[in-house]
């Protein structure tokens, strides 16, 4: 007698599919569903889909809950990392320091070909450039009109609690907001300070 296989697809082994982390890494960035669906070239109706797929998992209600949670992927250079360390880390350098911009091809000229920064790379509407070891991002049209300032930490996690304790309000959880081709990730969590203006930590991780 045959062993009798189910049917559909099989288990994912971690706790949200690839395509659901992709698409809450997103939420918890701040993006819109619009926004995401643009950014990872898909439709509306997919991004609906793996929220509510991903809420339904994680027992939550809203996307405020989800913009909160600190899961980490089982693949990312993070998964394990941190259990047990103690919460009183400082923050580093400045990392990197955000701008936004009308159009991002006139203002990648300006700051690459008038300007003369290094330029690092290119993901759609976002431009990177090196000021000299501080990373320059030119977003087009997107986040808060003040610049944003980027701490560097050596555990995103850590940092995200202590500062937490100290009485500092995120606006959302660590998240990876890329990988890049080697394995390296892009860790961030972002905050206010005490007049409502956009802060955020960052960290590198790899393998």
């Not at 809420?55 to 047990?84: I, M, N, P, T, Y």
């Not at 560097?152 to 998240?175: C, K, M, Q, W």
């Amino acid at each position: 007698m045959t062993e009798r296989k189910e049917r559909g697809r099989p288990p994912h082994p971690d706790l949200l599919t690839p395509a659901e982390w992709r698409v809450v890494e997103a939420v918890r960035h701040g993006m819109t569903n619009p926004g995401i669906a643009r950014r990872q070239g898909v439709s509306l109706d997919a991004v609906k889909y793996h929220v509510a797929n991903a809420l339904v998992k994680l027992g939550f209600s809203s996307r405020r809950e989800l913009r909160q949670w600190d899961g980490v992927r089982r693949d990312s250079a993070l998964f394990g990392r941190g259990e047990g360390m103690e919460g009183n880390i400082a923050l580093g350098a400045i990392g990197q320091i955000a701008r936004s911009v009308k159009d991002i091809a006139e203002a990648r000229k300006f700051y690459g070909e008038v300007l003369g920064l290094a330029h690092l790379y290119t993901f759609g509407t976002l431009a990177f450039f090196d000021c000299g070891g501080l990373r320059l991002l030119l977003s087009q049209g997107e986040g808060s009109a003040d610049s944003i300032l980027y701490f560097r930490v050596p555990d995103i996690h850590a940092a995200h609690a202590s500062l937490s304790e100290r009485g500092a309000v995120f606006v959302n959880a660590p998240h990876m907001i890329h990988k890049h081709a080697d394995g390296t990730e892009e860790w961030m969590a972002f905050f206010n300070d005490n007049e409502g203006r956009p802060l955020a930590i960052m960290s590198q991780a790899k393998v």
